[in-house]
Each structure stands twice: as C-alpha cells, then as structure tokens.
C-alpha cells in the first residue's frame, strides 16, 4: 500500500515539473503543432506533452517494481511503450505516412504480446467462450494497434485524450480492484497520476500537447492494462466490456473510416468531421464539448463495470441498452451523414 502511494505520488510530482521542462525542450527544438484546415487551435503551442507521461510513468513504475517484482508488466510497458513513443516522435518531427506509423505501432504491440499482455480466450455476454489458439497472438496485437491508433484520432481538443485517459484508467483500476489483480491496479493509479500531471498544463487554453508520441502511448498503455484488467482466468478476455469502456474513440475511429471509404477516400485519410469537431459545430466551446466526451466516457465505464459483474441475461440487456443509446446519440450528432448524403446524391442522379 505504501510503496503504491510513493510511486503514484513521484509520478505526479515528476510529471508536474517536467512538463514545462518538456515545453522549453520543444520550443528551443522549434517543435511545434501545425495549424491546417483540421486544426482548432491557432498560434504556435509546442507538442512535446507526450514525454512528460512517459518519463513520470516510468519513474513511478519502476519505483512499484523494484519493490513489487512485477517485472513483466514492467518490461512490456516500457518496452513496447518506448518503441510506440519513438513511432510518435518521429510522426511528429517528420509526419510519417500511415503505413510506417502501422508498421512501427505493430513492433510494440509485439513486444507487449511477447510480455504477456494477450487475449488467450474470449468471453462474450451469451456466455460462450471462445478459445483462440493460434489466433491469440495476432488478434492481441491487432487490439493494441487499433485501441492506440483510435486515441490518436480523438486527440483533436485541449485537454481530450489525455483526460480520456485518465477517466479510463480508473475503470480500469476499479475492474482490476475488483478481482484483486493488484499489479494493473497499482499501474492504473500511476498512468492516472502522470497523466494528471500533465493535464494541469494540457487543458484548455492548453500550454502544451500531446503530440502524436504522448497519444500513441497512452493508446497502447490503456490498450496493454485494460487487457490485463478485465481478464480472469477462469473466463478469459471480456471483450464486450472492453469495447463498451472504449466505445467513444472505438466508433469515432470505425465510423471514419466508413465515412472516408464511401467518400472515395484513403480510409486513414485526416478530416474534421470527428465527434469532438461535431460538438463543436453545435456552438459547443472546447472545454464544454471536451467535458461532454468526459461525461460519455464515464457513462460507458460504468457500464462496462457493471457488464463486467453481471450474469448473462442482464449482460445482453445492458449492451443492448447502451449500443442503442450511442448509437442515437452518433446519429444525432450527424455521425452518419454520409449514408443519407450517399443515398440522397443516389436519388438525384
């Protein structure tokens, strides 16, 4: 218990005075977020944000291993971590074209895997268990990739993915809670606390941000502890609960790339048609449209608790419930425009 508050609290503090560290370290190196047509920001803010996260997580979590000797949640976080951050890096010096960012993305997510963070068996709301076999690695490794990738997409607005983290990370600490899986519990709490750190300079108006190294590795750092959390040994992966803690980025990324493809588009191609731009176009300021994703977010931890506990017909229900639920919500927010403009282009022709 101890040894947990000391790590989480170093984590914190270093994360609180290495940020603006960071910010000089990015200004003197002229590393800055560009302003385009898909950008909401204006000026010059630096982007270096990402390795605040990284240094005080790592910090703190060597800290909780050097007493705990959890070394491979140790050695798969800050290995593939590592790896997925210098991915970022270089994207955000160089812009690197989606497939050597996949490329890169996919090597970490190898190493987490190889580390042990892997969905062996699936349990779904039915109840049935589906044993993966030699599927189990490639389709851990696909998790990892597209969970990484759909916080990269949804980190558009002051302050939204890094406090998106930050609200996933505690249901995920609670569901680790709740079987006793002291390890993610206690590495849940650390990622909440650097990550915190780094808010307090990240929200709107934001001092610094992300950049694609800090949202690539919370991607994979959520991606790798909500896989470890939310699987039990006797049931395996539930897969269900993991797509309802992440449905927000999960169906933004996924209703995307539909949008992308039947506009003729590269499917990994950049628009401004997101849910936080969408909030936006409602006359929603950024931190009004960034609390309202907070809000959404904590809604679908909940259920994905309360779907982790419940027995099967309840389960059903539930995830009925909430799919409906967000998918009026996407609908509302014009998420599906594309279809009716595709049908309605259709009729005219």
Same mark, same amino acid.
């Given at each position: 218990?101890i040894?947990t508050?000391?790590?989480?609290?170093?984590a914190?503090?270093? /994360?609180?005075?290495?940020?603006?560290?960071?910010?000089k370290? /990015?200004?003197?190196?002229?590393?800055?977020?560009?302003?385009?047509?898909?950008?909401?920001?204006?000026?010059?803010?630096p982007?270096l944000?990402?390795?605040?996260?990284?240094?005080?997580?790592?910090?703190?979590?060597?800290?909780?291993?050097?007493?705990?000797?959890?070394?491979?949640?140790?050695?798969?976080?800050?290995?593939?971590?590592?790896? =997925?951050?210098?991915?970022?890096?270089?994207?955000?010096?160089?812009?690197?074209?989606?497939y050597?960012?996949?490329?890169?993305?996919?090597?970490?997510?190898?190493?987490?895997?190889?580390?042990?963070?892997?969905?062996?068996t699936?349990?779904?709301?039915?109840g049935?268990?589906?044993?993966?076999?030699v599927?189990?690695?490639?389709?851990?490794?696909?998790?990892i990739?597209?969970?990484?990738?759909?916080?990269?997409?949804?980190?558009?607005?002051?302050?939204?993915?890094?406090?998106?983290?930050?609200?996933?990370?505690?249901?995920?600490?609670?569901?680790?809670?709740?079987?006793?899986?002291?390890?993610?519990?206690?590495?849940?709490?650390?990622?909440?606390?650097a990550?915190?750190?780094?808010?307090?300079?990240?929200?709107a108006?934001?001092?610094?941000?992300?950049?694609? =190294?800090?949202?690539?590795?919370?991607?994979?750092?959520?991606?790798?502890?909500?896989?470890?959390?939310?699987?039990?040994?006797?049931?395996?992966?539930?897969?269900?609960?993991?797509?309802?803690?992440?449905?927000?980025?999960?169906?933004?990324?996924?209703?995307?790339?539909?949008?992308?493809?039947?506009?003729?588009?590269?499917?990994?191609?950049?628009?401004?048609?997101?849910?936080?731009?969408?909030?936006?176009?409602?006359?929603?300021?950024?931190?009004?449209?960034?609390?309202?994703?907070? /809000?959404?977010t904590?809604?679908?931890?909940?259920?994905?608790?309360?779907?982790?506990?419940?027995?099967?017909?309840?389960?059903?229900m539930?995830?009925?419930?909430?799919?409906?639920?967000?998918?009026?919500?996407?609908?509302?927010?014009?998420?599906?425009?594309?279809?009716?403009?595709?049908?309605?282009?259709?009729?005219?022709?």
């Open positions: 218990m040894i508050f000391v790590s989480v609290f170093t914190l503090i270093v /994360a609180l005075v290495f940020t603006p560290i960071a910010k370290i /990015a200004v003197r190196l002229k590393i800055y977020a560009p302003t385009n047509h898909r950008t909401v920001h204006s000026g010059s803010t982007k944000g990402g390795l605040s996260i990284f240094f005080a997580f790592t910090v703190g979590l060597i800290i909780f291993t050097f007493y705990t000797k959890e070394i491979r949640i140790l050695g798969g976080l800050l290995m593939g971590g590592s790896l =997925m951050l210098i991915v970022g890096l270089f994207d955000d010096l160089y812009n690197l074209s989606c050597r960012k996949m490329t890169g993305q996919t090597l970490a997510a190898i190493v987490a895997v190889a580390f042990g963070f892997v969905v062996d699936i349990y779904l709301p039915s049935t268990v589906l044993h993966l076999g599927w189990a690695a490639p389709l851990s490794v696909f998790w990739v597209a969970l990484t990738n759909a916080i990269n997409l949804i980190d558009g607005l002051d302050g939204l993915a890094s406090g998106f983290a930050i609200v996933v990370a505690f249901f995920v600490f609670a569901g680790a809670i709740i079987f006793d899986n002291l390890g993610i519990a206690a590495t849940s709490l650390i990622l909440i606390a990550t915190l750190g780094f808010l307090r300079y990240n929200f108006p934001a001092k610094i941000f992300l950049g694609d =190294m800090g949202s690539l590795f919370l991607g994979f750092a959520l991606a790798c502890i909500s896989l470890k959390a939310f699987t039990l040994p006797e049931t395996g992966s539930h897969v269900a609960v993991l797509l309802v803690l992440f449905l927000v980025p999960l169906a933004d990324t996924f209703i995307a790339i539909l949008r992308r493809v039947r506009e003729g588009r590269h499917p990994f191609s950049a628009d401004k048609k997101h849910i936080h731009h969408r909030l936006l176009d409602l006359g929603l300021s950024q931190t009004g449209a960034v609390l309202i994703i907070y /809000a959404a904590f809604l679908c931890g909940v259920g994905a608790l309360v779907l982790f506990v419940a027995d099967t017909q309840m389960a059903l539930l995830l009925a419930v909430i799919l409906l639920f967000f998918f009026l919500a996407f609908a509302q927010l014009g998420c599906f425009d594309f279809v009716t403009r595709r049908e309605y282009s259709k009729e005219l022709g």
